[in-house]
């Protein structure tokens, strides 16, 4: 077993690729911890006295995203929710009871809602009355919709000043590559660190992990002694979506070409800095006609409220369940 390049007192456990590094588990993590420590200070994503909402899911990423968040910031200022999404097989009561388990252990306070409460009805349900209505809607638009308004929703009823989600750079990338082969330069735009929020409804959003490999996030969670969800969402394989097969053309690219994941994150990073472009205008969002929360320019109502009059034929407004929560 080789030593550690870094400290060589210990067996190595790790190989970067991207570094040509073998790292023993000691200084893996501070490794991982540092790169993130270096991203939230290169975008200012986290002030002194800031209180962050971390969105929990369960998966690996946000059990990491949790552990390193309570070692650089104070835990009594961070909270944590998981939205439950009311997917059969997906949502489990032992996956809840982990999280719980492992916010508590740092200190940190946790709030669990689901979709249903929120909105009238779980994901499965939209799907189901979504089929039966002849639409052809993905499961992730009523998922991911429904997610970011709820997180949103909460930090802000809650007194959150941030809200800290767990995309790591695989993430990152997929998304730039899908929003290039769409020609959207719009979103390419609203997915680097300094974009402007668009409205002062919104809660800023971080995203701590985006400079490290999903594999490491696994490996962090392993050797940690996490127990993440480890069921895949089934929509996944009923519904392939144009995320997997970019996914699969980066991965193949990545594994001949190592770090080139990395050096796609900094030049998208440098390219779409909103504080480069001087002569580029912040689109000015609207207001919703019924919940009253921004929608995208040229829309009388958000997508939100969309989804779920064309699968629930109302709209259910989340703003006061939330004052509940535990």
Not at 107 to 130: C, F, P, T
Not at 178 to 188: E, F, P
Not at 303 to 326: D, H, M, Y
Request: aromatic content about 8%; some cysteine; proline content about 5%.
């Amino acid at each position: 077993m080789p030593r550690c390049d870094i400290c060589s007192a210990r067996d190595a456990v790790v190989y970067q690729a991207h570094t040509g590094l073998r790292l023993c588990k000691v200084c893996f993590f501070s490794n991982v911890v540092a790169r993130v420590s270096k991203e939230i200070f290169r975008y200012g994503m986290i002030k002194h006295g800031d209180r962050i909402l971390i969105g929990i899911s369960g998966g690996k990423d946000s059990f990491v995203l949790l552990d390193i968040l309570s070692q650089i910031h104070d835990p009594s200022r961070l909270g944590g929710v998981t939205i439950v999404e009311g997917i059969e097989g997906y949502n489990r009561a032992e996956h809840i009871a982990e999280i719980k388990r492992t916010a508590m252990e740092r200190g940190v306070e946790l709030h669990v809602v689901s979709i249903k409460e929120l909105w009238g009805a779980s994901v499965d349900e939209m799907v189901r009355m979504s089929i039966e209505k002849g639409q052809r809607i993905s499961p992730c638009t009523y998922c991911g919709i429904h997610r970011r308004k709820s997180l949103n929703l909460m930090a802000r009823e809650l007194g959150y000043s941030k809200v800290a989600t767990a995309h790591n750079l695989d993430d990152e990338v997929q998304t730039i590559v899908i929003n290039i082969l769409r020609g959207d330069i719009a979103r390419l735009y609203m997915n680097h660190p300094l974009r402007p929020k668009g409205s002062g409804l919104f809660i800023d959003k971080i995203k701590p992990l985006r400079k490290i490999y999903e594999w490491e996030t696994a490996k962090y969670a392993y050797l940690a002694g996490f127990k993440p969800q480890d069921v895949e969402c089934p929509y996944l394989e009923l519904f392939p979506s144009l995320r997997a097969r970019v996914r699969d053309m980066i991965y193949r690219i990545e594994a001949s070409k190592p770090g080139s994941m990395l050096r796609l994150l900094e030049w998208f990073d440098n390219t779409f800095n909103p504080s480069k472009q001087n002569n580029r205008e912040t689109p000015k969002l609207g207001l919703c006609s019924i919940c009253g929360e921004p929608t995208s320019p040229n829309r009388s109502i958000c997508k939100s409220c969309e989804l779920q009059i064309r699968s629930l034929g109302e709209v259910k407004i989340a703003k006061n369940v939330l004052k509940t929560q535990p």
